[in-house]
Structure formats: structure tokens, C-alpha cells
């Protein structure tokens, strides 16, 4: 006797061997044996044999149509076997029955096991239903297949074209997009993304670089709404009796800070530190405010930039020569001989600026033999010979409090980017970080922030600080010291236009100013969510521009085609490329003292992944690492919004010489 019977979710037939009261020994075409309970048999048969019964009932199952069995099947729950009688008629045979068995079991669509052997009738509204969605199902499984191959013949299909960002970005592995990408790219080990830039449908890695962070950070556009209202001027307030000028790179375009000097009696001196005042006008809950908010800061990298105000705001509140503008006034009187600051004001006022100075234009021309013995020949040359004394000073007194000495003196390189795209041809420019200049804006800044943070502390006013203890830097509501730029108090204000913290900052400074209850109380929630959400956007800006420096730093050794570097080990196998803003890892590098000079040989770049293979031609004599320690400094150089290594801070203030309104402050 044979059997037919189900095991594992397949069917089974064999040659039973012996019998017992609730099992079979049963020995199957491959010679296995197996033990069978009774409950399991389906069928039992004399003919055909085993093997031969599955191959012929397999056949004859083909061959029924599986929609014609549904309509003659009972509505009611029903056996194979009575089934098979009634399609077959009369007395079926173990091959049919057994392929009636196998087509009502491999259509679950139609069919609902209900046992073994056993089965019932999909309802009617729910066969359709199901049917349906297989149908689409097959159409998307042979779309997909269409995707597949069309990737793999080198052509991106216009659908994942047209949302090839987005499916890189935000990939939904539910659609048959991702999944035709995903499995072509494993089909051809590669890279979803190198994949997509293979076949042209992510035009260049350059392209890949921007539209991703712009997919991310700005999903709805960079654009700013066509009604955007008009900036008042500030008429009302009174016109300041000084002579004002700004000190930046003749790329800016955001001026949000100048200076003056006036002479008071008996040998005091009046410092005047002006920023811009967009809170003025753009008060918490004004229609602008959600936008600045959901920005956070304006976005910077070399040849791009995205503000976090509309354009006709920048305009109207930017320190621009020839204007009279309304600013956030901080006077500070000082000795003309000690350079002590004796008194500090804080007033709202407009002002005229009669000069926009520029460090590309000046810093050759200011250097430090000419200013320490007035040599130089510029405008406002006896107030920038003032102005930089009272920031030596400054900067000693922080130095004091720090316990050791600013390192000044690293060279900043930054991009100057002819054309636009990937297309672009980069030059590289240079600015010594500490020059005169850089160090007369960058502590006349610290001090303002310093003095500000301090003053709304002192009247209990809710500001939002930058602290540093044990190398960690941090922002709160909470004043605390700035350990690494030797400050009791640090709160960012300088920058208005740019970043929305300075934006809220001057608001509550406002209300001090006014005598007037504050926009944000202590405690508001507002203000805490305001500090997360600007951590995440401004370490997310910083990576896009360290990444985009990168990029430029590979193009140009590319564009040059350069095959030999100096490097400086950082620490480990980090190194810092001379003569560009790159840091690259060199794995398996033997262990060097930090500050060690090597020359390396290019083997290859990837402007996709951002990665310069390289190996050690030669290791330089004995070094020190002075030229390192500016990586660790709290040296606020001036430069606006700073992008940090990894384990840097920027503290921005100022642009940098690269066609954008962007520089960092020295890391923290």
C-alpha cells in the first residue's frame, strides 16, 4: 500500500512499509524513511508508485482552471476528495484526486484551508478584492523587473529619475522604486547613489552633495513667500552723533557690525560697538519669525548661501556704507591711557555708517609693524590704531583668565569659486587668523557678547548662553563660564541677521534697553525648544559646509593635479593636508607624535564619499606641534558662521574670503 501524505507544507507519497494502529513506516522515493501518523495520511493507493503519482498529479493540476473549480466548488466547507468526484465525476482516480488536492491547495486566494484535506470558497466580494490586488501586485513586480533592467542597461527610468534625491534621501522600501534601485545596485554591487550617478539620473557628485542636504534640511524650498512685508527704517529712533565704519571681506553682504571712537573729557575714550537691529521690527510672533525660527541660521559654504532672512530684510538692516541705519549700541568708556573699561552703555539708535572697510583690501596694508608705529595709510587709520590696542588688551585680560596664551597666527584657506557648480574653477585665498584686523573685530565682538550675556544675567532676563567646562561646549539658559575663551558670561548677540539665537537675544536685550517685561519669560518653553532645535540646524549646517570643503579641497587637487602633499599628524592616524581645509585618515599609519610633518603621495581621490587615498613618501625631521594648537583654541576670530572639525566649535562672527559670508571662529 502507498500514502499520500502532508509533511513540513508539502505533500509527500511513499511506500508504507509497516503498519501500525496510529502510524506508518513509510519509505519515499529517495529512501528516507519516515514515520507517518495516521492523521496525516491524505490518501491511500495501490497505483501509480509514489514517485510517478506527484510527477502525473503535479501535470494534471496544471490543467485545471482554478476560477471554473471555484464556481463548481460548494459554497460550504468541503473534502478534496467529494471535490474531485464531482469535477471528475464518477469514481476519480488517485492521480486526480491527488491534483485536485494540489490546485485547490496552490490557489489560497480562492481557497481557504480549513484542514487537512479539507477547504471552503472565498466569499464572492472578497475573491475579487484579493484578485485585484494580486493583479496590481504582478503589474508592480513587472514594472519593477522593467526598473531592474533598465538600471542595469545603464538608463534610469524617468519616474526614479525625476525623484532620484528623494530616493536616495528618504528611501521608502515599500515602493517598487527603492526596491528596482536597491536591487539593481546589489545585482551590480554597487551603491544605490553610485548607481544613480552612473546613470545620469544625479547629474554629479557635486549635484549629489547639495540637493541632498537641500532635501533634508529644507524639504519645501529655499524660497522665501512672495509677500514677504516690508522692513520699517527705525525713523523714530535718534540719530547717533559718530562716524562709524565696518570691517569685513568685500564678499559680505550680511554687515551686522561697526565701530566708533569718540573722545570724551579728560582723556577718556568712547567705544561704540554697532549691530544691526532686526529685532526691532521683527518681533516674537511677527509673520517672518516662524520662517527665521524654522531656518535657525543662514546656511554657508564655499559659493552657496541660503539666509535665514529674506533679502529685502538683510538689505534694510545691513550696516552699508553711504546708510543711516537703526542699530544695538554698545558704548564702552574707557581710559585712554590704561585702555580700562570704566563704564558700558547700552543704547537703541540709528546711525550713519560712512564706511564699509575690507580685510582683502587692508590686511597687507594693517599689518602689525604698521599699526604698532601708525605707518599704514588708511581711512579711520588713528581709530583702527585705537580700536586694536583696546582689543590687545582684551585679549590679554582673557588670557589671564585662561592661563595661557591665544594662538594666533594659523592661516585660514578658504575658496574663491569662478563659475558656478561642479564646473566651477577654485582658487584658494588665505587670511592669518590674529592679523590686526581679524583680532580688533573678533574681541570687540567677544567683549560685546560677554558684556550683553552678563547684562541679562544681572537683571534676571531669560538669554541663551555658550558655556565651555572640560573642553565640552554647550548652550543654555543658564550663564555659565566660556573656559577656553576665559568669559564668565557668553551670550551670542553680534550676529542678528544671521543666526536666530542672536536674533532672540537682541530682543530681550531690547526689552532691558526699554524697561519694558521681556518676550520671553524664565522658564518658556519656547526658549528650550529655540536651543535644541538650533543645535541640530547649526550642526547640521557646519557638516554641509565641512562637507562642501572638502569637496572644493579634492576638486582643487584634482583641477591642479597635484600628486605630492605636506600633511601634519592631528593625533592617531588623523592628519590635517597642509595649504587646505581638509582633514583626511590615513589607516595603518605608524605611530607618530602629534605635529609631525609628512609628504604624502596621492593615489586617489572620490568626490562621492569625500576620501583621498594617499601613502607616506617621506616623514620630515623632528616638529613640534605649535601649528596644532589653534585646533583646540577658543579664538573668535571674527569669521561668520563657522564651520568646525568634527571635534571643533564654531563661533562665528565674520565671512570668509571665499565669495560667501563665511568664516569660523577659531574652535573651542
Known sequence: MNVLFEEDGAFRAGVVLTAGENSYQVELASGRRSKVKAAQVLLRFENPAPARLLEQAQSEADGIDVDFLWQAAPQQEFGFVELAAEYFGGQPSSVQQTALLMRLHSAPVYFYRKGRGRYRPAPPETLRAALSALERKRQQDELRRNYVEELKQGRAPAVLAAQAIELLVRPDRSTIEVKALEQAAAELHTTPLRLMLTTGAVSSPYQWHVRSFLAQQFPQGVSFPGDVP???????????????????????????????????????????????????????GHRLDAIARGRMSTVYAPGFKITMLPPSWVDAFSLTEGRVVPVMSLYADIDGTSLEVLATQTRLERIR??????????????????????????????????????????LARREAVRGRPEPLGRVDISFDLDGEGESAYVRLTQRRRGAPLDLLVAELMIFANRTWGRWLADRGVTGIYRSQSLGRVRMSTTPA????????????SSSPLRRYVDLVNQRQLISCVRSEAA???????????????FDAAYGAYAEFQERMERYWSLRWLLQEGVQRIDATVMRGDLLRV???PLVT????????????????????????????QARVHRVFGATTATDLDDDEATYESGSEPGTPAPAAEALAEKPRVDGTDDSPESSA
Open 230 to 284: 516690508q522692513a520699517p527704517t527705525g525713523d523714530e529712533l535718534p540719530l547717533a552723533a559718530v562716524s562709524a565704519f565696518s570691517i569685513d571681506d568685500s564678499a559680505t553682504t550680511e554687515i551686522d557690525d561697526a565701530f566708533s571712537v569718540t573722545a570724551l573729557e579728560d582723556g577718556r575714550l568712547r567705544i561704540g560697538i554697532h549691530i544691526a537691529a532686526p529685532a526691532l521690527a521683527l518681533d516674537r
Open 353 to 394: 555708517i560712512d564706511a564699509n572697510l575690507r580685510h582683502d583690501r587692508l590686511d597687507d596694508v594693517i599689518t602689525e609693524s604698521t599699526i604698532a608705529d601708525s605707518s599704514f595709510d588708511a581711512p579711520f587709520a588713528g581709530e583702527l590704531t585705537l580700536l586694536w590696542r583696546f582689543a590687545r588688551a582684551l
Open 481 to 492: 563660564a566660556h573656559e577656553g575663551m576665559g568669559v564668565s558670561h557668553y551670550a551670542w
Open 519 to 533: 518676550p520671553y519669560a524664565p522658564n518658556d518653553a519656547d526658549v528650550f525648544a529655540i536651543v535644541s532645535a
Open 578 to 580: 597642509a595649504g587646505l
Open 585 to 612: 585618515r590615513l589607516p595603518g599609519l605608524q605611530e607618530l607624535p602629534r605635529g609631525q610633518r609628512l609628504e604624502l603621495d596621492i593615489i586617489a581621490s572620490d568626490l562621492v564619499d569625500l576620501t583621498l
